[in-house]
């Protein structure tokens, strides 16, 4: 970028969409650092994709807010009000030439946010929004530019109804498209995911019209033979450090303060070999998609969910994200009956389980427990 950047040409710098992580705390602490960095880029226009309300549109407008990201969207709205959550398009000025710079995101995309789940936002089709919105567009621009946060095959479908749009910036896409590409008079670009490949367009541009006359497309590829910048180095290094101590804050609420160092969780497999009934009735359960639950909702790395939905928490050599412990997840045979290498067979093992289901099913999490009701449903 710093090569780039002198070589003092007109420059446009644009992404479309999916900047944020995945939908857990860890994550959105990684995501406010990746803003920070991105923000001192200077990008004229970010489209939005549904990771980037991943936790809630509140947290969206702070990292704009903060680090001067500018995301553009044209066809996302609030639900309640229907007002749309950005602003529809951003006009930049580069080399005499006006870009209007705008984005569109697939309706069939499910967002969901960690915050508060689904139904938030509506999505407009994306077809008609853009037809509505490109004539007023071009009244104020030469150059209209799409930031396309539909993939490869939406986006070809899109443009070839659509006219008015002269360069298009594909989003959620998995492949680069790494030579000169043409859709209904609209140069097409896409660079991989994950931020692997940063695409580059050398665009002869005609000033009067803002026609794209000419293209050279080129890929860099971010592989381990890419120098790290000394300076994003440190702060990545930096970060990483403050990353553990946010994780080990959290953990701390729940020491590892039970059991004992000697004994072993063996896992459900383990009670399959002798217990093949009784497993197979709990993997009928939800006990056994507790932690799979957690993933769906965001909180797969949360102290006060792990803590219910794994085996051995707050146990010594109970569950963690490191191997092997991490194969603990869900509510296994040894969450409630204790560890499979001191396994009692004078019936302590029964009144140990039925004791420990109050551990989690209490008054805040399980207001409506009621022992004989959810014995029913997982019954061995």
């Excluded at 396994?343 to 207001?367: E, F, I, M, T, Y």
Aim: hydrophobic share 35%; charged share 30%; proline share 3%.
């Amino acid at each position: 970028m710093d090569k780039v950047w002198q070589e003092n040409k007109p420059l446009l710098q644009v992404d479309a969409g999916d900047l944020f992580g995945p939908r857990n705390q860890n994550e959105r602490e990684q995501t406010r650092f990746l803003c920070e960095v991105l923000g001192t880029f200077g990008m004229d226009a970010i489209g939005l994709g549904e990771q980037d309300l991943n936790y809630g549109v509140d947290f969206l407008r702070e990292m704009m807010t903060k680090n001067n990201l500018p995301f553009v969207n044209a066809n996302v709205r609030d639900a309640k009000t229907g007002e749309l959550l950005l602003p529809a398009y951003r006009i930049v000025e580069r080399g005499g030439i006006k870009y209007g710079i705008t984005s569109v995101m697939d309706p069939a995309e499910q967002i969901m946010t960690l915050t508060g789940g689904e139904g938030l936002f509506k999505v407009d089709d994306p077809a008609a929004t853009l037809n509505e919105l490109l004539p007023r567009l071009r009244k104020e621009c030469e150059s209209v530019v799409l930031l396309s946060h539909l993939g490869e095959t939406g986006t070809e479908t899109l443009l070839k109804d659509l006219k008015g749009v002269d360069i298009c910036v594909i989003g959620h896409t998995f492949r680069n498209i790494e030579t000169e590409r043409i859709i209904n008079d609209t140069a097409v670009f896409g660079s991989s995911y994950e931020g692997r490949f940063l695409g580059k367009a050398d665009l002869f541009i005609e000033v009067q019209t803002g026609r794209v006359m000419a293209i050279d497309v080129g890929m860099i590829d971010f592989d381990e033979k890419m120098p790290d910048d000394p300076e994003v180095l440190a702060k990545v290094e930096k970060f990483k450090t403050d990353l553990v101590a946010f994780k080990d804050a959290k953990r701390a609420a729940y020491p590892r303060v039970y059991g004992s160092d000697k004994e072993q969780f063996l896992g459900d497999r383990t009670c399959f070999n002798c217990h093949e009934d009784a497993w197979k009735k709990y993997a009928e359960t939800g006990h056994r998609r507790a932690f799979t639950s957690l993933r769906g909702d965001g909180q797969s790395t949360e102290p006060d969910c792990l803590v219910c939905h794994t085996t051995g928490y707050q146990y010594k050599n109970g569950y963690s994200d490191e191997r092997p412990f991490n194969s603990l997840v869900n509510v296994q045979c040894e969450a409630c009956h204790g560890y499979g290498t001191s396994h009692a067979r004078d019936g302590k093992w029964r009144l140990q389980a039925r004791n420990s289901c109050v551990a989690c099913h209490d008054k805040a999490n399980s207001p409506g427990f009621d022992y004989a009701t959810y014995w029913e449903k997982i019954k061995h």
